[in-house]
């Protein structure tokens, strides 16, 4: 996802008055990638600090599942053979 759409999207899920009636807040994930399947890949955010941890946004269910400790290890762990690191089926499109 281009950069320019990133920064879009952050600013859409926090602004845009719809997501307050479906979602929870977004204010404590910024968000920096997304999967094939919608779902996107952010990091949280406390009292205006970025943390190290990568969780996944489940764009259906509003559920955000902790992914990996850093970026460095969600980049192996997204592109990594499944038999070393397995994906979560509910983060594939299958």
Do not use: C, K
Request: no cysteine.
């Amino acid at each position: 996802m281009p950069i320019g759409e990133l920064v879009e999207r952050n600013d859409d899920l926090r602004t845009n008055e719809r997501y307050g009636t479906v979602y929870m807040s977004f204010e404590s994930l910024i968000f920096f990638g997304q999967l094939g399947n919608g779902d996107l890949f952010g990091q949280p955010v406390i009292q205006a600090a970025v943390r190290e941890e990568v969780f996944v946004w489940d764009h259906e269910d509003d559920s955000r599942t902790w992914y990996a400790a850093d970026i460095a290890s969600a980049i192996l762990r997204l592109f990594a053979p499944a038999s070393q690191h397995p994906i979560p089926s509910s983060l594939t499109d299958d």
